[in-house]
Nanobody, 123 residues
Framework: QVQLVESGGGLVQAGGSLRLSCAAS????????MGWYRQAPGKQRELVAT???????YYADSVKGRVTISRDNAKNTVYLQMNSLKPEDTAVYYC?????????????????WGQGTQVTVSS
């Protein structure tokens, strides 16, 4: 079984910084793309950033220049460093990972989600 555990959320003042972490554990053969999403109350979940297994990154226009996504493959962990936070960044942040596991003689590549961590930015 694969589990993703997030940490690092909390309350921060506008202009402040937070670093989110998400560690994957379980019967993992390899991990492909990992990413961060966020969802505010009454709004749809939106993509924040992704990073491929080779380190290629993508950022949504709303956060570009203020956040950095990174990963530590040895620890099966993805990070999201957020700076210059704004009240509109307030949301529940979820991590996602494409995880390859072994099922008998074959392999399965599925997407897994973390439980989410609350980020609140006060004005």
């Amino acid at each position: 079984q694969v589990q993703l555990v997030e940490s690092g959320g909390g309350l921060v003042q506008a202009g402040g910084s937070l670093r989110l972490s998400c560690a994957a554990s379980g019967s993992i053969f390899s991990i492909g793309t990992m990413g961060w999403y966020r969802q505010a109350p009454g709004k749809q979940r939106e993509l924040v950033a992704t990073i491929s297994s080779g380190g290629r990154t993508y950022y949504a226009d709303s956060v570009k220049g203020r956040v950095t996504i990174s990963r530590d493959n040895a620890k099966n962990t993805v990070y999201l460093q957020m700076n210059s936070l704004k009240p509109e960044d307030t949301a529940v942040y979820y991590c996602n990972a494409d995880v390859k596991i072994r099922v008998g003689p074959l392999y399965d590549y599925d997407g897994y989600w973390g439980q989410g961590t609350q980020v609140t930015v006060s004005s």
